[in-house]
């Protein structure tokens, strides 16, 4: 089985900073790719970033290209996501999510999800 633990949400104000991270484990853990996906209260499911786990090739949603950054090491099997002037659209529990099985870095393809953390940010 694989479990994903995020930490790292909180309450920052507009143009504030936070790093998200992923603690990724369990004995089948053998990533293909991860991705940060974020929902918000009443909308549905968001892309952010995905990252491919062996060559590290990034992607991200136009919404936060520019802002976020995401990365992994791959050591500790952990993924991060450095979030840089953060807007009050950005307030969502954002998920990471790991792909197994190869293909698009996208939620439909996500193979398991970690809980969420809540990233509030106020004006």
């Known amino acids: 089985q694989v479990q994903l633990v995020e930490s790292g949400g909180g309450l920052v104000q507009a143009g504030g900073s936070l790093r998200l991270s992923c603690a990724a484990s369990?004995?089948?853990?053998?990533?293909?790719?991860m991705a940060w996906v974020r929902q918000a209260p009443g909308k549905e499911q968001e892309f952010v970033a995905a990252?491919?786990?062996?060559?590290?090739?990034?992607t991200y949603a136009h919404s936060v290209k520019g802002r976020f950054t995401i990365s992994r090491d791959n050591a500790k099997n952990t993924l991060y996501l450095q979030m840089n002037s953060l807007e009050p659209e950005d307030t969502a529990v954002y998920y990471c999510?790991?792909?197994?099985?190869?293909?698009?870095?996208?939620?439909?393809?996500?193979?398991?999800w970690g809980s969420g953390t809540l990233v509030t940010v106020s004006l």
């Open positions: 999510a790991v792909n197994q099985r190869g293909g698009a870095l996208l939620p439909r393809n996500m193979d398991h």
């Open positions: 369990g004995r089948t853990f053998n990533p293909y790719g």
């Open positions: 990252i491919t786990w062996i060559d590290g090739v990034t």
